[in-house]
């Protein structure tokens, strides 16, 4: 899959996902379409985190090949 490709696919992923949350808020499903539509999410969800956990495998390989230093892991408190 391209870079194009895979960007425009977790970006739908992530808008049906959202969708799926609203829905669920809304508490106008039934038993088991929320059940449907949560097993769809969890899967959505998983499909995301795959690749932004790529792209962030990415991201360090190319840190570490510019500066030829290791990357930090970020730790967002440290920032305040």
Same mark, same amino acid.
């Given at each position: 899959? $391209?870079r194009?490709t $895979?960007?425009?696919h977790?970006e %739908?992923n +992530? $808008?049906e996902?959202? &969708?799926i #949350?609203?829905q +669920?808020? $809304? &508490?106008?499903?039934? =038993? !088991? %379409?929320a =059940?449907? /539509?949560?097993?769809?999410?969890v899967k959505l969800s998983k %499909?995301?985190?795959?690749? =932004?956990?790529q /792209?962030e @495998?990415? #991201?360090q390989?190319?840190? *570490?090949? @510019?500066d030829g *230093?290791? +990357? !930090?892991?970020?730790?967002? !408190?440290d &920032? @305040?």
């Open positions: 899959m $391209s194009k $895979s960007v425009r977790f %739908d +992530l $808008s996902l959202e &969708n #949350v609203t +669920l808020e $809304s &508490n106008q499903l039934s =038993l !088991e %379409d =059940l449907k /539509a949560f097993e769809k999410g %499909d995301c985190q795959s690749v =932004l956990t /792209a @495998q990415k #991201v390989i190319l840190v *570490e090949k @510019q *230093e290791r +990357l !930090e892991n970020f730790n967002p !408190e &920032n @305040q």
